[in-house]
């Protein structure tokens, strides 16, 4: 089942402007996670926030977490043409030995140049 | 270094046949894991190994699906008696010690069932 669950499905853009996806989750988590996926191929991870981190910054990416309300979302800032991409939030697990991540079903996000 | 490698890019097989897909962790990575991705969709776990310990299992969608992991480094996926429904992206991916923590992508294998 998915525990991770993106909003909006899609997103288009216009370079320069700010894209804010947002991902809701169902059960406690260790870490949530940001990966961005181009053309279906691999997945390349953004960044990692803990689960007692509030928020966390990455070059023109920023994160925020709200555990209360099992949410994060990914606020890129100055978007690019070269953003576009399938994004996908994925929770860790807060017990158990495997850290197998769990994955939403992505948001795509067009940056129109 | 060098990352994750997975092969075949692409596969194309005819309905009924056995594929195998292989993974190459990064070097050291203890953890590894297999996922599925069909057409628009997320990824589905589907099974996960640790070091020497018995694999996490609890993925696989039949028992067409098999894996193995030699000398803890290479794994290989087999799909036995391939059905179309099993046309999907598969991922691989590994991390150095399974702490919950990022984990490194293959390019992944297209596999198309026909």
């Known amino acids: 089942s998915q525990q991770g669950e993106e909003d909006p499905q899609a997103l288009s853009i216009q370079e320069g402007e700010n894209a804010t996806m947002n991902c809701s989750y169902k059960t406690s988590i260790n870490n949530l996670q940001w990966y961005r996926q181009n053309s279906g191929r691999g997945l390349v991870h953004l960044i990692l926030?803990?689960?007692?981190?509030r928020e966390k910054h990455s070059g023109r990416l920023r994160v925020t977490l709200d555990t209360s309300k099992k949410s994060s979302s990914l606020l890129i800032t100055a978007s690019r043409a070269a953003d576009t991409a399938s994004y996908f939030c994925?929770?860790?697990?807060?017990?158990?030995?495997?850290?197998?991540?769990?994955f939403g079903k992505g948001i795509t996000l067009s940056v129109r140049p | 270094g060098a990352g994750v490698s997975q092969s075949p890019s692409n596969k194309v097989t005819e309905k009924g046949k056995d594929v195998e897909l292989r993974c190459d962790p990064i070097s050291g990575h203890t953890a590894l894991y297999w996922y599925r991705q069909s057409l628009g969709q997320g990824l589905e776990f589907l099974i996960y190994f640790q070091g020497n310990s018995a694999p996490d299992k609890s993925g696989l969608p039949s028992d067409r699906f098999s894996a193995e992991r030699t000398g803890g480094s290479v794994s290989t996926l087999t799909i036995q008696r391939t059905q179309q429904e099993d046309s999907a992206v598969y991922l691989c991916?590994?991390?150095?010690?399974?702490?919950?923590?990022?984990?490194?992508f293959g390019p992944g294998t297209r596999l198309l069932v026909l």
């Open positions: 926030i803990r689960s007692n981190e």
């Open positions: 994925a929770t860790g697990p807060f017990t158990g030995a495997n850290s197998k991540l769990t």
């Open positions: 991916a590994s991390n150095p010690d399974s702490t919950r923590g990022t984990q490194y």
